[in-house]
């Protein structure tokens, strides 16, 4: 057993009282508070200065993956309320930008809540511009505490995506205990988002704005794309002792050979991951790619354990990583890198990638947290208690900090 998977998730945890959690975003998003954690040094100011605390070679790395409105309410013939979270899609295909286009039936894994009250197929009347679909929802097999939910309607012009949209809502994360509102339509979704997939949002985005854009911009500061379909996992609490009898979830990255050639042209100048998504992407894409240039089996799919398991893919630099990639993607006849990731960041993991991180406050004793805790050790109980101790807000809609260890 590595020293990895003793790590006690006890010696994560803080006080937050439910006050600081913030259930709503500040009226503007770029006047959210930044915390600054600059080689040891804390600065207290507010998002739209985030320029000033950046140099004019960074690049910014962005998860334009777009929130869809994966929470469905449904009520049985008796009136019983079925709530349907969809989680991720199952069949015919588990592409999302694929899963989205498909028409007349789709299969996803669902979360489903009172889920003994659905003994029946539902039907789901969706009203879409002059037009209504009925969609029948069908309760299939469970496993791990979600369903197989296949999803059938009646007009083969009409996408999933397109229905989706029109019925389902935005879902809040479970912290947030509210209904949500038209509000968070706008506010719980990036202004760069782009590609549907993601039933979370990467809320470190969420204080973007032009403004902001411009201003990283005019300094010259590069900002470059990928893409995760954040899964509920990402909320999942740990439940265990220790980290090592923690299952991680498993996401799909998407990622384009351009992108992998800025990253190739930038080896000299500081990387910042914009989000926890994007970090654990980044990094999932050097041990891709190390395992390419090591000839390791299934090197799309980055298991939970393997780069602490196998230190040969650690030692892989950089630059070979990348070339191994791009050869891939050459003999593969493509432009586009399609993979999963079921990696967990832990304190011990020394970043290849990211050489900094923009995030928000994240829940104690979470998987979030311990990612933090790569890049500033245990510095987070001084930036946490600062934190707090300054009024700042806590979690998805809270305020934003920027790590530069």
């Known amino acids: 057993m590595t020293e990895e998977r003793n790590i006690r998730i006890e010696d994560f945890n803080y006080d937050l009282p439910e006050e600081r959690i913030a259930f709503f975003p ?15 040094n804390i600065t207290d100011s507010h998002f739209h ?39 991720e899609p199952l069949y015919p295909t588990s592409d999302p930008a694929s899963a989205f286009a498909q028409t007349k039936q789709v299969t996803w894994k669902c979360m489903v809540g009172n889920a003994k009250k659905w003994k029946h197929p539902l039907d789901i009347i969706v009203p879409i511009d002059d037009k ?42 479970p912290y947030i205990k509210r209904a949500a509102e038209d509000s968070d339509e706008e506010r719980y979704q990036t202004v760069y988002a782009k590609h549907d997939g993601s039933v979370a949002a990467p809320t470190a985005g969420l204080h973007f704005t032009p403004a ?22 990402t909320f999942k609490p740990v439940s265990t002792d220790t980290i090592g009898e923690h299952y991680m979830h498993e996401e799909k990255i998407v990622i384009t050979e351009a992108f992998i050639k800025k990253l190739q042209h930038s080896l000299g100048r ?53 070339n191994a990639i791009q050869d891939y993607l050459r003999a593969q006849g493509t432009d586009l890198l399609r993979a999963a990731t079921r990696l967990i960041i832990l304190p011990t993991y020394r970043p290849k990638i990211a050489q900094g991180i923009i995030t928000n406050f994240h829940q104690p004793q979470s998987t979030l947290l311990l990612l933090i805790s ?28 920027l790590y530069l260890p």
């Not at 890049?375 to 101790?389: M, N, P, Q, S, T």
Request: net charge negative; charged share 25%.
């Open 270 to 322: 500081r990387r910042i991951a914009v989000g926890t998504t994007v970090a654990r992407t980044i990094e999932s894409l050097f041990i891709i790619g190390a395992k390419l240039k090591l000839g390791r089996p299934e090197p799309l799919l980055v298991e939970q354990w393997e780069i602490y398991d196998d230190p040969a893919i650690g030692e892989v630099s950089l630059e070979d990583s990348l």
């Open 374 to 401: 790569a890049f500033v050790g245990d510095e987070w109980h001084r930036i946490y208690r600062h934190a707090l101790d300054h009024n700042y807000r806590f979690l998805s809609y809270g305020d934003s900090n």
């Open 212 to 233: 902001v854009f411009d201003s990283l911009h005019a300094k010259g500061i590069a900002t470059e794309y990928i893409t995760l379909h954040v899964g509920a996992g």
């Open 26 to 40: 500040v009226a503007q998003r770029d006047q959210s508070q930044l915390l600054v954690y600059n080689k040891g």
């Open 132 to 173: 209504t679909v009925t969609v029948q929802a069908e309760k299939g097999e469970s496993t791990e505490g979600t369903f197989e939910v296949t999803f059938s309607w009646d007009d083969e012009a009409v996408s999933f995506a397109e229905w989706l949209e029109h019925y389902g809502k935005i879902p809040l994360p």
């Open 49 to 87: 200065h985030l320029a000033d605390f950046l140099d004019a070679d960074d690049m910014l790395i962005f998860n334009n993956s777009k929130v869809i409105h994966a929470r469905l309410l449904v009520h049985n013939a008796t009136g019983a309320a079925i709530e349907i979270f969809c989680l």
